[in-house]
């Protein structure tokens, strides 16, 4: 998928072996990053700001209705979500998967000044925190919880000093980060869409 500054949601429906790579998403009233479907989709690097302002989580996991086919093999790694409702950061709707094995969300950061909360609706969990949800689900064990440091919420581009900084694991499919600068420069990958020169 071509890399892009859009303010829309980035969304996988029905989609086979994808990757979404590298995007810059801000103030947007649904998901951020969204799944639907999917047979081997992976959302990799991406920058979030301000979204499921109204609805959904953060991330979206889910069945499309119109196809009744649950994905498969879905690797979401390598992303910062920055939110600012009580919307929770994932949110995994009903017979999303065949089966939850193959679900790999991990290695993101995630932040939200009002806490971070989590719900799937199959095992009946709303509202619950982080440090549970890992426990109790095996998802996110390498996530972290921590303010990126954007130095600008509109480019999504990362201060000095972010914690997002060296903190990626390297991913065969994302060798350039949303500007064309080889990842990694120096160190390892960093979160996000932006690679830096440290």
């Known amino acids: 998928m071509p890399r892009s500054t859009t303010t829309r949601a980035i969304t996988r429906r029905s989609s086979y072996n994808s990757i979404v790579k590298n995007n810059v998403i801000t103030n947007d009233q649904s998901a951020c990053l969204a799944e639907s479907s999917s047979y081997n989709a992976e959302i990799y690097n991406n920058s979030c700001y301000n979204t499921a302002i109204s609805r959904h989580g953060g991330i979206m996991i889910s069945n499309e209705s119109a196809l009744h086919q649950a994905g498969t093999n879905v690797y979401i790694r390598n992303n910062i979500l920055y ?4 919307r929770p950061m994932e949110v995994i ?34 509202g619950m925190p982080f440090a549970t949800w890992q426990k109790t689900t095996g998802l996110d064990k390498y996530t972290v919880v921590a303010n990126p440091l954007y130095a600008s919420t509109s480019t999504l ?33 960093d979160l996000g869409a932006y690679q830096s020169a440290q």
């Open 83 to 86: 939110n600012l409702t009580n």
């Open 157 to 189: 581009t990362l201060s000095a000093n972010s914690p997002a900084i060296n903190a990626g694991i390297v991913l065969p499919s994302v060798t350039h980060d949303f500007n064309g600068v080889a990842r990694p420069t120096s160190g390892s990958y």
């Open 93 to 126: 709707a009903p017979h999303a998967m065949t089966n939850y094995a193959t679900l790999h969300i991990d290695h993101n950061m995630y932040y939200n000044p009002n806490g971070v909360t989590f719900e799937w609706d199959d095992k009946n969990i709303y």
